[in-house]
T-cell receptor
Framework: DGGITQSPKYLFRKEGQNVTLSCEQN?????MYWYRQDPGQGLRLIYY???????QKGDIAEGYSVSREKKESFPLTVTSAQKNPTAFYLC????????????FGDGTRLSIL | DAKTTQPNSMESNEEEPVHLPCNHS???????IHWYRQLPSQGPEYVIH???SNVNNRMASLAIAEDRKSSTLILHRATLRDAAVYYC?????????????FGTGTRLQVTL
């Protein structure tokens, strides 16, 4: 079945450590997205990519970095510069087009040790 | 981005229809109305979207007011598996890879 796979499901970060969240899709979608969700809140966009080797900052990009070397993969690195990284991270993909639905993975929950 | 307003929570009995309202009085002519839902500890799931006409799919129906300033998501027979947070979102049809702007949504509780 086609879909989006995020790993790991749970991740713990030590102070000063960078961690990378994986997102892989086999839907052949050009566009991919990373969102952050805090408890009881909606989603906020971190980064998005419309095509391989290209990506743009979203609303809360500070402290995060991404790469898009392959169409299927869009990993997110949470750097030590992100002072409040504890959250639920969601990856999505879509066919390009403002009205196209986005398909989401099941998320990675990141906590600070 | 144009804003949407939804009730914080609603309750329904199982096997009864549910009407989830959404107000979007500042909607523009190029905004599609999208609905997503999110079950606990899962990513959001696309439900339905429309522009002007009412829409039906296997999950739900979307009724759009004639002036497009409000819409209603209709679940024809609620089940316990429909208990989730439902988000009403506007998306500009002229955008390319555009973000989804999520509010806090409506938490639907379904009881036996």
């Amino acid at each position: 079945d086609g879909g989006i796979t995020q790993s790991p499901k749970y991740l713990f970060r030590k102070e000063g450590q960078n961690v990378t969240l994986s997102c892989e899709q086999n839907l052949n979608h050009d566009a991919m997205y990373w969102y952050r969700q805090d408890p009881g809140q909606g989603l906020r966009l971190i980064y998005y990519s419309q095509i391989v080797n290209d990506f743009q900052k979203g609303d809360i990009a500070e402290g995060y970095s991404v790469s898009r070397e392959k169409k299927e993969s869009f990993p997110l690195t949470v750097t030590s510069a992100q002072k409040n990284p504890t959250a639920f991270y969601l990856c999505a993909s879509s066919i390009p087009g403002g009205y196209q639905p986005q398909h989401f993975g099941d998320g990675t929950r990141l906590s600070i040790l | 981005d144009a804003k949407t307003t939804q009730p914080n929570s609603m309750e329904s009995n199982e096997e009864e229809p549910v009407h989830l309202p959404c107000n979007h009085s500042t909607i523009s002519g190029t905004d599609y109305i999208h609905w997503y839902r999110q079950l606990p500890s899962q990513g959001p799931e696309y439900v339905i979207h429309g522009l002007t006409s009412n829409v039906n799919n296997r999950m739900a129906s979307l009724a759009i007011a004639e002036d497009r300033k409000s819409s209603t998501l209709i679940l024809h027979r609620a089940t316990l598996r429909d208990a989730a947070v439902y988000y009403c979102i506007l998306r500009d049809v002229e955008g390319t890879a555009s973000k989804l702007t999520f509010g806090t949504g409506t938490r639907l509780q379904v009881t036996l």
